[in-house]
Nanobody, 122 residues
Framework: VQLVESGGGLVQAGGSLRLSCAASRSIFMFNAMGWYRQAPGKQRELVAAISSGGGRTNYADSVKGRFTVSRDNAKNTINLQMNSLKPEDTAVYYC????????????????WGRGTQVTVSS
């Protein structure tokens, strides 16, 4: 099991970042995937989800219209394009499988990658 997130950094409000995640085939195959984030002192939340074939996506209300999730099944990678970033987007971002693209819930998985830090300054 491997999940390796990258692409985070420090950006000013209104800026953009593109996150990438390389997942092991055992997680990626046949699974819907998603991007989660956890801010200091807050619970982890699911912000973007994409179906196994890539045809369906879903987003948390807080990021709709600003974030776009995509996946490359040939490379076992998932990406998150983040535009119009806000200070409240500051968090550690993680990728992982999602139980459903319809219900944006955080599962109780045992394994998570290290995540990538996104910091948005005002």
């Amino acid at each position: 099991v491997q999940l390796v997130e990258s692409g985070g950094g420090l950006v000013q409000a209104g800026g953009s970042l593109r996150l990438s995640c390389a997942a092991s085939r055992s997680i990626f195959m046949f699974n819907a995937m998603g991007w989660y984030r956890q801010a200091p002192g807050k619970q982890r939340e699911l912000v973007a989800a994409i179906s196994s074939g890539g045809g369906r996506t879903n987003y948390a209300d807080s990021v709709k219209g600003r974030f776009t999730v995509s996946r490359d099944n040939a490379k076992n990678t998932i990406n998150l394009q983040m535009n119009s970033l806000k200070p409240e987007d500051t968090a550690v971002y993680y990728c992982n499988a999602v139980p459903s693209t319809y219900a944006m819930v955080v599962p109780d998985y045992d394994y998570w990658g290290r995540g990538t830090q996104v910091t948005v300054s005002s």
